[in-house]
């Protein structure tokens, strides 16, 4: 996992100790960093970012000892890239949920009416939000929390019975219409049937679509203002490249999105996904995925990440 970033960031340190360093030589040496990491799917505005505060940092400064250089950098580096993948507490979701079942027990004690909580999944075809949200709702049912699976993928061939047969291995139920009913109107029911059957969580699957399929786009719109989701999580693939930038913009700008989930980090020896995908949307990332089982669902910590790209 993040080869390729890791000895980008250790290639950039060395360049840093063995050399008698000028402000022409580390010119020279941050170019070096923005193109590798602009290789590594760092996007090529932060990639920018990251070059220019570090020019700063270590320009002027009457730094006479290469170690404080090194020192100067590897401090620089932390904090930038923290601040990029760190928008809230990484373990919100959790949170947020087991609150609203003990706030829902309540509710009924008072006579009060039952809230699931409703998590819209949104992404490009493949990225894997399908089995992501299998293995969300076997990451709950182990806390408790039980789960309505809701095929509003209605668009795809076999979209239903894939999420049906998730459904049943992970002991979640299942809500669908058939083939070609209005997405928006399946998520509707299925929040109705969560509310009377005191179902905690609603997991909303949705059709694969790209920003450029504007009926798509619209049709996500609409299912996103009638289910009101308390989260909207965008699912995109660690492989998707330059891509990324222009997917995760244009679900921002339709829908929004208030956190993310990257997949295949197992397979992803780039590693540069996670710090463009949050300098995007400005949104935490929730979790990664990495495998196919139901148990390869981690949650993003941004330290582990960080430890595991700087020398
Ligand atoms: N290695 C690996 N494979 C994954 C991961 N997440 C999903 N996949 C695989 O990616 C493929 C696509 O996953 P789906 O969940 O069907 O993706 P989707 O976004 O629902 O696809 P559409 O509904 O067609 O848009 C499947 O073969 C999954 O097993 C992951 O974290 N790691
Ligand atoms: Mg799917």
Redesign the pocket.
Known sequence: MFEKLKSTFKGFMRQLTQKEITEESLSKILWDLELNLVTNDVASQVAREISLILKEKLVGKMVRRLTDYRKIALDTLRKVIINILKYEDQTSLEKEILQRKEQNITNIAESKSWYPYIILFL?P????????IAKLAWKFKKKGISSVLVAS?TF?AG?IE?LKKHAERVGASFISRPYGSDPASVAYDAINHAKARRKDLVLIDT??RLGTNVDLMEEMKKINRVSKPDKRIL?VDALSGNDLVVQATEFKNAVGIDGNIL?????DVKGGAAITLAYITKAPILYV????NYD?LTPFDPKWFINNILP
Request: glycine letters at 24%; a neutral charge; aromatic letters at 0%.
């Open positions: 992404g075809n493949g990225s894997g939000k399908t089995t992501t993928d795809r979209a894939q059709a694969g699912v997949t295949k980090v197992d397979a995925g990495t495998g196919q390869d």
